[in-house]
C-alpha cells in the first residue's frame, strides 16, 4: 500500500466541507464546529465508556442506528453533561437548527459537545450562530472546524493521507481535540474522520473499532475518564470504487491507513497534553497475552509517582517495577528487564521486556507536571 500525507484535513476527502465560529459560548475564540458532506454518508462512532454520557452522545447513538449521516455539529465550552431534561431538549433543539439550515432531516445530523460538565447549554446563541456557521462551510475550513472544538488544547489537530486501493484513489481526514482528561476507553477527547471511500456499513463499523482499540484506548494523560468522549467517521463514496466489505481484498490496506491516521491523531493528543513536558513511549513485549501487556503498560502509564518522576528528569526505574507488581501479576524477578532512554529528553522511551508469552502493546502518555495542576485548580 502506497500512502502519502496530504493537506486538507476532514476537506481532503472528495465532497466534504467544514467551518468554525465564534457564537458566543466562548468570549472570542471559536467554539462551534461543521462537517458536512454533500451526500449522504455511510457513519459509525464510537463513545466514551462513562456511565454518565452527556447528552449528544445519547442523540447521536439514537441517530447512528442507521448507520447514516451527512452532517456533525459540535460546540465547545459547554459539555451539556448531567444537565437533564433540559440539556437533551436542547441538544436536539442544536440537532433540528443544523439539520434546517442544511434541508436535512435531523436523524442525519451527528452531534458532540466538550467543555464543562454541568453547565445549561445556551442554546440560543448556537441558534444565532447557526446562519453564519452554515454560510461559512467551505472546502478549505477545515483549519477553522478543527480550531472550533479545542478546549484546553495548545495546537490544532487534524491529519490527511491519500492511498490507492486497487485501481482507486482514497482519501481519509480528520481533526481531533484532546489534552486532559484523557485515558483509555475514550477519555475526554473527540475525533472527527472523513473518507470518500465506497464502503459497507458493518465493515466501516469493524475498521473504526479496530482503529480506536490501537489508538484512542491506548493513550492516557491523566487517567481521567471523561463523559463526552466521541469518535465518528462519515464515508460518502465519493471515490467511486468498488464498495469494500470485510471479505474484499483491500479491507486489510484500508483499515492500515485508518489505523494511521488514528494512531496519529491520538499521538497528537498527548504530545498536546495539558502541562506536559515529556512524550513517553511504553512498549510492553513478552507478555502472556496482548491484553496483559495492554494492562502492563497503562499500569505504570497512570502511576503518579512514575509521570512526576519524569517531570523532574528523575530515572527512578523502581517506580515502573512497583506499578508492573501492583498489578498482581505472577511474575518472577528475572522474567522482568525495563530498559529506558534518558528523562532529560523531550521523547522518553520505556521498553518492558517479560518472559512469559508474545503479547505485546505500546502506549503513549505524558508527565505529570506542577503547570497540570494550576491548570486544572482554575479549570471553570
Not at 465560529?21 to 462513562?50: E, H, M, Q, R, W
Request: one cysteine or more.
Amino acid at each position: 500500500m502506497v500512502m502519502r500525507i496530504i493537506s486538507g484535513g476532514v476537506c481532503a476527502p472528495r465532497g466534504f466541507f467544514a467551518s468554525g465560529v465564534n457564537c458566543g459560548i466562548k468570549n472570542k475564540k471559536k467554539d462551534l464546529a461543521l462537517i458536512y458532506s454533500k451526500v449522504p454518508a455511510i457513519a459509525s462512532g464510537v463513545f466514551t465508556a462513562n456511565t454518565f454520557k452527556a447528552q449528544a452522545l445519547r442523540v447521536s447513538k439514537k441517530h447512528l442506528k442507521s448507520a447514516k449521516a451527512q452532517a456533525i455539529i459540535v460546540n465547545s465550552g459547554n459539555a451539556n453533561c448531567f444537565t437533564g431534561a433540559y440539556g437533551l431538549a436542547y441538544t436536539q433543539k442544536m440537532v433540528e437548527a443544523a439539520a434546517s439550515g442544511l434541508s436535512l432531516s435531523s436523524n442525519n445530523v451527528l452531534v458532540a459537545s466538550t467543555g464543562i460538565i454541568g453547565k445549561t447549554l445556551p442554546i440560543q446563541k448556537i441558534k444565532k450562530g447557526m446562519p453564519k456557521l452554515i454560510k461559512s462551510l467551505a472546502r478549505t475550513g477545515n483549519r477553522d472546524a478543527a480550531c472550533a472544538i479545542m478546549t484546553t488544547d495548545k495546537v490544532i489537530k487534524e491529519i490527511a493521507v491519500r492511498i490507492k486501493i486497487g485501481n482507486t484513489v482514497v482519501n481519509i481526514g480528520a481533526m481531533a481535540k484532546g489534552a486532559g482528561m484523557v485515558s483509555p476507553k475514550m477519555a475526554t477527547m473527540l475525533c472527527f474522520i472523513t473518507t470518500d471511500i465506497k464502503i459497507t456499513p458493518l465493515a466501516l463499523k469493524q475498521a473504526l473499532k479496530n482503529a480506536v482499540s490501537n489508538s484512542f484506548n491506548n493513550i492516557t494523560v491523566d487517567g481521567c475518564m471523561s463523559t463526552n468522549d466521541t469518535v465518528f467517521i462519515l464515508a460518502n463514496g465519493l471515490s467511486n470504487g468498488p464498495a469494500l466489505t470485510l471479505k474484499s481484498r483491500y479491507y486489510p490496506e484500508f483499515m492500515r491507513a485508518l489505523n494511521f491516521v488514528a494512531a496519529k491523531m491520538a499521538e497528537a493528543i498527548v504530545r498536546d497534553a495539558e502541562g506536559a513536558t515529556k512524550f513517553i513511549e511504553i512498549n510492553v513485549c513478552g507478555a502472556a497475552s496482548p491484553a496483559m501487556a495492554k494492562e502492563i503498560g497503562l499500569s505504570v502509564a497512570n502511576s503518579n509517582l512514575f509521570k512526576t518522576a519524569a517531570f523532574g528528569k528523575n530515572p527512578n526505574w523502581g517506580r515502573i517495577i512497583a506499578a508492573v507488581g501492583s498489578l498482581g501479576i505472577r511474575i518472577k524477578e528475572e522474567d522482568i528487564k525495563i530498559k529506558f532512554s534518558s528523562f532529560k529528553q523531550k521523547n522518553i522511551k520505556i521498553d518492558i521486556i517479560l518472559n512469559l508469552g508474545s503479547g505485546k502493546s505500546r502506549i503513549y502518555t505524558s508527565d505529570l507536571s506542577s503547570e497540570y495542576v494550576k491548570i486544572n485548580a482554575e479549570y471553570t
